[in-house]
């Protein structure tokens, strides 16, 4: 058990650090939230908790349909998000492939472009 | 180094950056206060504490005794716990932030940084994504159209910076070839004619603007934070958190700030480098502190200065003006790099 964590060629010995962070941060999260349970105050009636709207009772279910705009802005934040990541490695070993990086990231941003074009030219990126 | 010490190493680390990030948090609340009062001619909290200076911890207390409504027709659950999911991903951003250069403390060795991953600005941007999660679904299981709405264009407001966002790093990446933050800082060494410091902010002019603005709006800050219009959406997706929930997406949303500022001053600012070498007798973390709390006021500065954007406005120069200039900047930075090696 001890080899598997001191090797320094396996990397989640790097992620443990991570892994107790994120425990951590959780745990003060919650704790936080459970310590105040004991000396809040909890007196609620109907209209305490009903959602806040002006003051006027609400009408109607607050989940309704939203526009189509926000799907078609986080799908095209899909496509240009996994461009950006692919970006990151080429450019980590940008100094090792030289002028063949070169060229090749000059096609994939052209490709790019292209489709960025298209949908401004569409009106993906309108919102009037 | 044996697993046990480094688990003890990793926990004082994580405590003391924690403690460091929440009294920032704390006193950013404070600071952002009495900067703005200044600038309206003003006082600003002066009651609790000289100069109003324990107000953060009266603030904090007095949300601690607050009671939690959870409004009819939430779904409980969700609702529960989005202030949670919001909260972690600001922290635990911070485990790749290196904060100094290694040192030796009692005898233990410390890297000057949580976990020194060579995936650093990946992991960041990744946990940082998932703080959106958190915003959506407060917003959905709220049950409330102003946190529906705010939740809604929160999250469109956040993805569509991110990408300006992942867009001006590249050109930083190509400058010093790693992802790792320790290494971008040490590639930020030294000084060129002995005055001017070796920052990436000298190469990278253009970056370092758009990364500003789509930081202030990754954050959800005046002068975009839609996402809160007080005049329009009460309180944008926290409408209807109150007390100890409020304060952990409050948390969050200054934490996410400190954590954006801190990796702009490392990425454009030479992180914990002294900016000349007479200075270095100062350790690094001073520098890093000082360097992240100068954006923090600018964040402030800004917010006092100019008024709020339209959503249609914010929308359409992240996509249409801040996208295009990062592709720019990020080729001719690759054409840059490519000419001065050959």
Redesign the interface.
Known sequence: MREFFVTTEFVPTDYLPVLIFFLIAGGFGFVTMIAGRFVRPQVSYREKLLPYECGAPPISDARQPFPMRYYIIAMLFVLFDIEAVFMYPWAVVFNQIGLYGLVEMLLFITILVIGYVYAWGKGALEWD | ???GS??AV??V??AVV?GVVLLTVAYMTYAERKVLSFMQDRLGPMEVGPWGLLQPIADGLKL???????????NKIIF?VA??IC??PA??G???IPYNGSFTLFGLEGGGV?????VG???IFAVAGMGAYGVILGG?A???????LGG?RS??QI??Y??AM??SI?GV??LS???SLVTVTEAQAGTWFGFIPQWNIFLQPVAFVAYVIAAVAETNRLPFDMPEAESEL?AGFF??YS???FS?FFLAEYGNMILVSCLASILFLGGYKAPLPILEFIPGFVWLALKTWALLFFFIWIRGTYPRVR??QL??FG??VL??VT?AN??VT??G??IY??
Request: net charge negative; charged share 15%.
């Open positions: 180094m044996e697993i480094m688990v990793t926990l680390q994580i924690m601690f005794f607050k009671e939690d409504i959870i409004p009819s027709g939430a529960a202030p949670i909260l972690v922290l635990i911070f485990a790749v949580i976990s020194d991953l060579n600005l990946l992991y959905w709220s049950n409330s159209k102003y946190a529906f809604l999250a469109a993805i569509s991110e990408l992942g867009f590249v990446l190509l070839g790693s992802l009460v409408t209807e007390g100890m929930r952990l959503f249609d929308m359409k996509w249409k996208i295009p592709l990020l080729l690759a054409l790099v490519y090696n050959n």
